[in-house]
């Protein structure tokens, strides 16, 4: 049996806070460090779908923000002017007492997952990172860009997009790409008919209504961005309203009270994939720095959860750390890569503005595939 006393978690967004919390629980001690300065977030909020709350609810972590989160059951797919294609009901995999499906703000859970790990006994430190590992059969000697030093049985890479530790291991091999799309993000009070996930999509354009509480939801809509522009800060309400100008129905409404600036969240949409396994030797990487993807499905934070979960299993589970670490890649490799080109599949099919892509019968897919045990 290897002993994994000692963790090294390297980044503190959701990926890795999930994944500091797991190996808590297992009793594994924890160490988790954090580029930023100030532990903030972006964004509005985020959905959590129905394997996704599964999980959180096997973390323990459920039950702490289903007050400032709003619970919900079915996903609905609409054209752009309103008219309901079809309405999908949605399944409570972590059992009768929950919702199928969560929409939270990022800000709120944010707050949960860090009191929860500073709670759990893991050490944070913030603005900072690791400048080099050097490994060996026992363990990574660490050096921190502060010039702590440190050794470890384990060093988990959960620093995102640009993950400095992906480069650490494969070099320039993986590099993000700009997918050719965009994603803008609006809050507004949400009104009544907003109790479920609403999808508007057509050949004017993709959008969507997501509740996130009593009070609040967030407009989301993407949109092909050619030669990936810059957007000035003072001209993003103007261009977000430009993005849904075809738009009808609830979305073409609510179009026109996107006024503010400060409130737009613009973000470039941007994939990578690592095709190999996810580790060397006791260096690991997980969520967007090993498999970033789009927002298409809805799916890129629950694959990072997913991945803290499995691994806090595998860690304390029989043989040694190589055993391990290969059977958390078979239990994790296809399943993200599924997410990862699907996602980036809807996305070029609504650049190509393709009539013919069966989008609902890809997210009824998309939802049984991940309904499936782990």
Not at 95 to 124: D, F
Not at 141 to 150: E, I, K, N, P
Not at 155 to 183: C, H, I, W
Request: net charge negative; aromatic share 6%; glycine share 10%.
């Amino acid at each position: 049996m290897n002993a994994m006393n000692k963790v090294l978690v390297v980044g503190g967004g959701i990926g890795g806070l999930c994944a500091a919390i797991a190996l808590r629980r297992k009793g594994i001690s924890v160490d988790l460090v954090e580029l930023k300065s100030e532990w903030t977030v972006y964004g509005v909020g985020i959905i959590q779908q129905s394997n996704v709350v599964r999980e959180m609810s096997r973390l323990g972590l459920l039950d702490a923000y289903l007050e400032a989160a709003y619970a919900f059951e079915d996903v609905a797919i609409n054209t752009t002017e309103g008219q309901q294609l079809v309405r999908i009901p949605g399944q409570r995999l972590a059992g009768p007492q929950y919702p199928a499906n969560v929409g939270i703000s990022r800000r709120a859970l944010h707050k949960v997952l860090s009191e929860t790990t500073l709670e759990l006994g893991a050490t944070v430190r913030l603005g900072t990172s690791v400048e080099s590992l050097e490994q060996d059969d026992n363990g990574v000697d660490v050096l921190l860009t502060d010039g702590t030093r440190a050794r470890y049985d384990l060093v988990v890479g959960a620093d995102g997009l640009y993950s400095k530790v992906r480069e650490m291991l494969f070099g320039n091999q993986y590099l993000p790409r700009f997918t050719g799309q965009s994603v803008w993000r609006y809050n507004f009070p949400r009104l009544p008919q907003i109790d479920h996930l609403a999808n508007f999509q057509g050949p004017a354009g993709n959008a969507g209504l997501v509740p996130l509480s009593d009070d609040l939801m967030y407009m989301f809509t993407t949109s092909h961005e050619p030669g990936n522009p810059w957007m000035p800060h003072d001209c993003l309400a103007a261009e977000m309203r430009k993005r849904l100008q075809d738009m009808g129905g609830l979305i073409g409404e609510l179009r026109e009270q996107i006024v503010d600036n400060d409130e737009v969240v613009y973000k470039p949409l941007e994939a990578v994939f690592v095709d190999e396994p996810w580790y060397r030797g006791r260096v690991l990487i997980i969520g967007d720095a090993a498999h970033a993807t789009t927002p298409h499905l809805g799916q890129g934070a629950g694959m990072a959860i997913e991945d803290a979960l499995v691994l806090s299993e595998e860690l304390t589970g029989e043989g040694d750390l190589p055993q391990q670490l290969a059977r958390f890649m078979a239990r994790r490799f296809e399943r993200c890569k599924y997410i990862a080109e699907k996602s980036l599949l809807a996305g070029e099919k609504e650049m190509a503005r393709d009539r013919d892509f069966d989008r609902i019968g890809l997210v009824k897919e998309m939802l049984a595939v991940t309904a499936q045990p782990i």
